[in-house]
Each structure stands twice: as C-alpha cells, then as structure tokens.
C-alpha cells in the first residue's frame, strides 16, 4: 500500500482502501493527532526524514512521502493518521515506521533515530497507537481534520520575460538581432532552471539595463527611417491623428500581446504627440512610443489579460507562444485570439499542432529547456588540467551540440524520447571520435553507429555528461550520481552538512597499497553524517568509473606517481610510470528495483524502462513551462501528462500538445503589484 501524502484526497481514498481488507479486532478509539503534530512529527524534522522522503526527494520512489513544507496543522496531523499502512498491527516492534528509521531493517538513509533514545520512545507510542485503533476511528479523525480544507491550487504569479525570450521578443517585434539581453545581469538557476518564479526579481540593475536597452532598441528602429514597417500608414504629416492612432494600436497590440484600452491608446498618443510637436517629426512620436512600452510591465511582464482582466484568448495565445516558440506570437495566433478560437481543447489542439511544424522556431524554443535541464553550461565552461589536451574549447561546444543534435533528433523525427538514455548511435565530429575512440565520420555531426561492444549509449555516453560532472583533474562518482538523482529522477538530494570535508585521502601513501576512487570514497557511506546520503548518490556514479574526466573510455584507473612531468597520462619522461588499478564499474540505484548495472549503457537500460525516470521527464517540462516546482495539487495533472506522454510511445511533440490542454495551462496570472495598469 503506498502512503504518498500528495493531497488530502489522496489521504481520504487510502484509508477507504484500509477499511475495504480485513483487519483484526482492534479498539474504536482514534490516536490523538495532535500528539503526533507535536511529539512526532518534530522527531522526524530532527532526524531529516523530510529531506529525502518527498514527492522530490531521493525517497520519492518509497512508500513514504511527507507533507509540503507549507502544509497546515490538520494536514500534519491527517499525515500522522496515514501512516497506520506502515505499521504491523501483529508485532509492533516490526512496523515499517519504527524499524527503517532505527535501521533494525536496512534502511537506505542509515540511522535515523537511535534505538533506546527518548526519539524512539516517542515514536513508538505513536505506533502503538495506531496499531490499536481500528480503521473506523481512523477513517472518521481522517475525515475530520480534511473537512474544509479544499484542494486548492498553487497562486500563480506573474512571470518576467526571461532573457531568452525577451530577445526573440524584440527581434520578432522590432527585427531587431542585437540581442541586448545578452548584457543584462545574469539569470540564476532556481530548482533547475533560469525562468523560476522565486528567482526572477527586479533589481535595480536589471531595471536600469531594461530602460537603456529601450531606448537603444527604439532609436535603432527608426535609426534610417521605418525600415522595418512599424507604421501600418504613411504619415500626411507629424500630426496626423489617424496615421498615430493606427501605429499606437497596432504596435501596441504586439508589444502588450493584447488589444489596448481606450485609456492607453490616449495615454500613448498624448506622448506620440508631444514629441512629434517638438521635433515636427512623425517617427520621433513613434520611437518614444515604443521606448515607453518597451519599458512597460505589460511588455516586461506575462501580464496579457490586461488591467481589466479581459483578453483571455490573448493570454492563451502568448502563452502557447511562449511555451512552443519562445517568443511573441505570430499573427494566425493573434487572429486566432481575436476569433475566440483558442478558448477550447480543440481550438488550442490546432495552434499547438501548427506551431510544431514551424520546426526552426520549435527547435529553437526547446534548446532552451533542453540546455538548461541538462546544464550544458557546464560543459562549455569546464576547466580540464593539462594532462587532457584534447579538452578545447572547442571541442565542449562540440559534445553541447553532439548531445543537442541528438535531441533534435529524437523531438522531431517523432522517435521514443526515452531513447535518449539508450541510443547505439550518436552525432560526432572527428575530434569526438578520436575522444570516443571511433572512426571519424565523413561530415561534422554525422550519425555514427556504436559498435556492438560499446560501452556508451545515449547521453549518459557523452562528453556534455561526462565530462561536466567530473573535476578538473578526477572522475566525480558523487556529482554523477547527483546529476542522475536530480536531472533524471527529480530527486532532490539535501545539501551537506556545514563544515563536512569533501577533500579525499591520498591516493599514494608510503607503505601502503595505492587506493582507487571508489576506495577512498569507502569514507562516504562508513561516516554516519555522510552515508544517509552518498549512499543513495555514489553507488550510481561508481558505475561511469571507466570514463575519465573528458569521457574518455579507460580500461585502468591510473594513478600518478609525484615527482613526475605530464601528469597521470601513461609515459613520458622525468619520473616512474603512474599506477594502474582495476576499475570495480558495478553500481546501484537505491529505492529503484532491480536496479543493479554495471557500466553507462546498462543504466541507460534500466533508467528508460523506469516509471519514475519517464515521469521525471514529464515534471522537468512541467517546471520549465510553468516555471515552478510541482505541488501536491498538480500530481494529478502530471499524472495525466505521463499518461499522454506514455500512450503516444513517448513522443515528446505529444507532451507538448498534451501541456497545453492541461488545467494548468488555463490557470489565471496575477498580475504585478501596482505595475499592471501603469
């Protein structure tokens, strides 16, 4: 039975569920809820359970899923009453609840309470008590504490342009390519990504950046006359009402991806106005119409029903824009907005369908989820040590753009997207090839079969993964394992504990046996503090140990001798020959069954026939599109996707189609505080 506290309903059809098998004879009274609030639950806290088992912890493929940190009291405590399915009602001391967290029954996260403490006094009272209620006093304390606490849905805030999409924007506006956002401050990753809600503020540099580039983006548009059709009219004169009221509505129809209000329309004409008045030059009125509205909120910001809420159709065409294209939209689907055609499954079925054959658009808006999910930043800005002189420039642009061709081809060929993890094949240039060991193809990014005894496939066998989750000088099984923790499984693994050495032993130390990798990292799961964790991270990242920091395959670990020039390449001259170590490539992924691998390309294997991987996908897109986290209101849209998307054979142009016909797509936004009607 799995006690996945995702929401309240959730909660309710579980213990329908207890009830419906027979249980023994057990007292009517319920256990006090409020003791576990208070007792219990803060044992828990203490212990870090919540660090691991959530909907996004590296627990989330158990049967324990505690409640969002923002649940109130009534949910805690219904949360206590849940876990009465991880409780032995015949032997107490045998309880799920009691004997993973004292590690008597192996737990993956080592000890959590100690046996014999105060902790585990309290903990066990509360199992004993569940144990002697009987599921009618369950079922009605359960009941109880839900009633009225509804199921509603996360508060939507307004979303900023991203930099991304602020330069397409004003290139598909204005047909300006400067890309001025290229100079603004840089965007952080928030949970994965550079478009979530908690990390786009509004500093003052950024405002300053936004009014500079305005008013170079303005004075370029009408820098050698209206080149680029901006005025729907020709002028008779710099006074001409009819001619300015056409651009302002027309122009600002495209900035605000919205119709403007009687009000607006007269506040930007007084302004085209003024300005034409004083340089008695028609265009001048327009450049300080656009500078204005490309320093409004309405056009910084995803705001499109405007101040009077109206305009729905509008919104839903600038976010179906957003999400496919990456840009403003085009005129069908402002054409389809003004028409009411975009209201209903259907209608928004066919947009999405016709904007997906717009590949060169599509393409371009999906590297950008696609780069960021899978950090190919850091790649490109990957510092090797001397001892890998293949490792240019370069030749990181290369692997960014092995793994992004990949991509491309698996999204617009319409092939299985889980394929991703186990392609025999991949798209290299000849200085890949030569990393990769292989014959160099005839054309730069060509498809190049494996052959049968390859040991790579799919991402997990590229430079962009490879070589990004290792140091400078070494392999990094731990930030291997995290990236496939956090990026492939949506697991969010806790931070380390302040002050935790991460430095390991030597290698080489006078007297004894030279230690490989995966031995000096025995450290990480035999220190308590460490191993909760890094037992759920290394034993992944153990398994990639044949590939060296560049992702190059090596059959030995060598190890360097000091006192030698050239580093740990084999050879060379000035000093003993580095040490060669058998590399021990077996590996684990805890809380998945059946997950023992040895090597990339099985894990691969096992990764895209995995639920939770293929589900995973789904929640990436989810948090990029919506730019949030999931919450437990959102589980069953997400379900719902990953049904979609598995029913199509994991075409991900079907996912794409299957988010915009979400509820959540047609969520209303609020707009910024006293910005929207500015």
């Not at 509505?249 to 008045?277: C, H, I, N, T």
């Not at 730069?444 to 989750?469: W, Y």
């Not at 003993?576 to 021990?584: H, N, Y």
Request: with cysteine; charged share 20%; net charge neutral.
């Amino acid at each position: 039975m799995t006690v996945r506290f995702a929401g309240l309903s959730l909660a309710l059809m579980l213990f329908g569920s207890m009830m419906a098998a027979p249980r023994p004879q057990a007292q009517a009274s319920a256990p006090d809820p409020v003791f576990f609030q208070s007792q219990v639950f803060p044992v828990f806290e203490a212990a870090k359970c919540s660090g691991c088992h959530t909907a996004s912890g590296v627990a989330s493929a158990t049967r324990l899923h505690f409640p969002d940190k923002d649940a109130t009291p009534a949910q805690i405590q219904a949360f206590g009453l849940s876990l009465s399915s991880l409780v032995d009602r015949a032997d107490v001391s045998k309880s799920l609840l009691l004997a993973k967290p004292t590690n008597v029954i192996r737990h993956t996260g080592g000890l959590r309470i100690k046996p014999g403490s105060s902790e585990e006094q309290i903990l066990t009272k509360w199992v004993a008590s569940l144990a002697s209620a009987s599921d009618a006093s369950l079922s009605a304390a359960m009941k109880s504490l839900v009633a009225g606490e509804g199921e509603a849905g996360p508060k939507q805030l307004v979303r900023r342009l991203t930099h991304s999409q602020y330069d397409n924007t004003v290139r598909d506006l204005l047909g300006d390519y400067s890309k001025p956002a290229e100079r603004f401050p840089p965007e952080d990753y928030v949970d994965g990504f550079k478009n979530q809600l908690t990390g786009q503020g509004m500093p003052p540099l950024l405002v300053e950046t936004y009014s500079t580039a305005a008013e170079r983006l303005a004075l370029n548009a009408f820098r050698i006359g209206d080149v680029n059709h901006l005025v729907p009219c020709k002028p008779s004169s710099f006074s001409d009402q009819k001619c300015r009221d056409a651009f302002v509505r027309g122009f600002g129809l495209r900035a605000f991806r919205r119709p403007l209000s009687e009000d607006e329309v007269k506040r930007y004409s007084a302004v085209f106005s003024e300005q034409a008045r004083v340089s008695r030059r028609f265009l001048d009125g327009a450049r300080v119409v656009v500078e204005a509205m490309l320093q409004s909120p309405n056009f910084l910001f995803h705001v499109e029903a405007g101040p009077d809420g109206r305009h729905a159709d509008y919104e839903i065409a600038s976010r179906l824009s957003y999400l496919l294209w990456n840009t403003m939209p085009d005129e069908a689907l402002f054409e389809a907005a003004a028409k009411g055609g975009l209201a209903t499954p259907a209608g928004r079925d066919v947009a999405a369908r016709r904007m997906l054959q717009n590949v060169p658009k599509g393409r371009d808006a999906l590297d950008q989820f696609f780069e960021e999910w899978l950090r190919f930043d850091r790649v490109v800005n990957a510092v090797k040590a001397n001892r890998y002189q293949a490792f240019t420039p370069e030749l990181a642009l290369a692997m960014a753009e092995e793994t992004r061709t990949l991509l491309h081809h698996l999204v617009w060929n319409d092939r299985n997207f889980m394929e991703l993890l186990t392609a025999d094949y991949s798209f290299l240039t000849s200085e890949l090839a030569e990393v990769y060991g292989l014959p160099a193809p005839k054309d730069q990014f060509e498809m190049v079969k494996f052959p049968a005894d390859s040991n790579r496939a799919g991402i997990l066998g590229q430079g962009t993964f490879l070589a990004s989750t290792a140091g400078p000088t070494d392999t990094s099984p731990t930030a291997r394992g995290i990236f496939i923790r956090e990026r492939l499984l949506c697991q969010h693994v806790p931070p380390p504990p302040p002050g935790v050495i991460t430095t390991l032993p030597d290698p080489l130390v006078d007297g004894q046996k030279p230690k490989g990798r995966r031995q000096l990292m025995v450290e990480h799961v035999e220190n308590p503090t460490c191993a909760s964790c890094h037992r759920l991270m290394d034993p992944i990242g153990f398994g990639f140990e044949h590939f060296d920091a560049i992702g190059q395959y090596r059959p030995q670990e060598m190890i360097p001798v000091p006192g030698r020039r050239g580093g740990g390449g084999g050879g060379g001259r000035g000093g003993p020959p580095p040490i060669a170590l058998e590399i021990d490539a077996q590996g684990e992924i805890a809380g998945i069954p059946n997950s023992n691998f040895t090597g990339a390309k099985q894990l691969g294997t096992i990764l895209a026939s995995s639920p939770v991987c293929q589900e995973c996908v789904v929640r990436q897109m989810f948090r990029y599109s919506y730019g949030r986290l999931e919450t437990a209101s959102d589980e069953n849209t997400i379900h719902q996707l990953y049904e979609q998307f598995k029913a199509s054979g994991f075409k991900f142009k079907s996912l794409l189609v299957a988010l915009v016909q979400s509820p959540e797509f047609l969520r209303q936004w609020n707009s910024p505080a006293g910005s929207a009607r500015k």
